[in-house]
């Protein structure tokens, strides 16, 4: 069964200051792996996914992530953290076969002055 | 192009009732998800149409259902309600033929409470 662990349900910057989070997959097929991002109250938007080729991704409002097989990670990055970027962070891999998600338990990204 | 709409957006019951929920998705997706969103039990799949079939189903109770409509619109039920089923439920749509790979796009969601 495919599975997604997010290291840091809490991750705080400031602003100007690097974002890491954090996303490791359990699969057993090549995964289909994607970031979403959630305000408040509000539904889930897409920021970017890898599905095969380039292993760096880019996504909108400068965000990042690179796939890297060997440690099953897709973690998600951007340099420069703005006041906008505070919301919750999802990784979600998803089954090759069907439109079904399997969400990790999010990051709540906070940023500070 | 409009975005995938729920309605309503959001819901008070109590325990024991019923409760429809409906779901436009993105003109042209004929794949609807549905998801139910918890504090404790964060985003999981509740299941998937396309076409009017239930093709993928997550692991929750038959108080649990769905349908699909000719025009894609979706719709899901939850009977005999009880205070866990309070939540956010959200509803996803893709073209639906190109498997996991393709991008699901969210709606704002429904928030139900259940008292």
């Known amino acids: 069964a495919q599975s997604v662990t997010q290291l840091g349900s809490h991750v705080s910057v400031s602003e100007g200051a690097l974002v890491l989070l954090r996303c490791n997959y359990s699969s057993s097929v090549p995964p289909y792996l994607f970031w979403y991002v959630q305000y408040p ?3 889930l938007q897409l920021l970017l996914k890898y599905t095969t080729g380039a292993t760096l991704v ?13 440690e099953t990670s897709f973690h998600l990055t951007k340099p420069s953290a703005h006041m906008s970027d505070a919301a919750e962070y999802f990784c979600a891999v998803s ?7 399997v969400f990790g338990t999010g990051t709540r990204l906070l940023v500070s002055p | ?8 957006r959001y819901l ?6 019923q409760v429809t929920l409906s779901c436009s998705p993105i003109s042209g997706h004929r794949s609807v998800s549905w998801y139910q969103q918890t504090p404790g ?26 349908r699909q409509f000719s025009n894609s619109r979706s719709e899901m039920n939850v009977s005999t309600l009880e205070l866990g089923d309070s939540a956010l439920y959200l509803c996803a749509s893709s073209i639906g033929t ?18």
């Open chain 1, 41 to 43: 109250n509000q539904g």
């Open chain 1, 58 to 70: 880019k996504g909108i409002n400068g965000f990042e992530a690179e796939f890297k097989k060997s």
């Open chain 1, 95 to 101: 089954d090759t076969g069907f439109q079904k998600l």
């Open chain 2, 1 to 8: 192009k409009a975005g995938v709409t729920q309605t309503p």
């Open chain 2, 12 to 17: 008070i019951k109590t325990r024991g009732q």
């Open chain 2, 41 to 66: 039990q964060g985003l999981q799949f509740l299941f998937e149409y396309f076409s009017e079939t239930q093709r993928n189903k997550g692991n929750f109770p038959g108080r649990f259902s769905g």
């Open chain 2, 98 to 115: 190109s498997g996991g790979s393709e991008t699901q796009y969210f709606g704002p969601g429904t928030r139900l409470l259940v008292l």
